[in-house]
């Protein structure tokens, strides 16, 4: 996968590597993902935002975007710095499940801002399950017959300020399965259980997802460098 790359040294010094992950159906190279790293960059921090593949072509399993993120944060320390994980919806759950209880010794840290899709922290009957348990549903089936790797569509859930809605997906059953089968992607509620890095977590006081607010950071143990804001 692709990725934007931006840095502007300090005092000749980048001793801080943010990684940061755009949401889902979105892309790395979105306007406001480049301003923010624009803006990081501008203190001195060197700034990756990797395509992951939840972007809008949808073309890899989580397992991808794990090597995706153990490639940055070892590219990060070869390089001298320490590695930061971070991102917006999508983006900053998968920060959340990527190596919790085992980070690389280069992560100094997570970044979440509005974390969306905690799968297993959602009940069963929410209406974000509805489009999916169909698709589910198909793509089991589909890879049961010898598809799995064939594209179709898929229907899935997503939110745009308050507003949630539906959405499809063109990728294959693997790729859909990675990541809206419970039995195949990596528990939220087992990564909030086990992280052991410092977590910066912010959130819109107005944001519509429940699971998103203080009462899941505070299911981490607690790290005296940890910290969590409502933001208007």
Known sequence: ????????KVNGREPIALIFMHGKNSRHDARGMIRLADKIAAEGFRVYLPRMPWSQEWDGTHQDATAALDALVALAAK?????????????AMFSLVYRPADPPAAVAGKVLTSPGQLLDLIPPTAPFWKPINASLEKARALEAAGKGKEKTSFGSSNTLGAKSFEESYDTTPEVFLS?????????V???????TVPVFWAVGSRDPIPNAKRRTFEM?????????????
């Open 189 to 195: 509620r087992k990564a909030l259980e086990t992280t």
């Open 179 to 187: 990541f809206h089968d419970l039995a195949r992607f990596p528990s």
């Open 1 to 8: 996968h692709g990725a934007v790359s931006l840095a502007n």
């Open 220 to 232: 981490m143990p607690p790290h005296p460098k940890s910290a969590y804001f409502d933001l208007d």
């Open 79 to 91: 390089d001298g710095k320490k590695a930061v994980v971070g991102g917006q919806s999508m983006g």
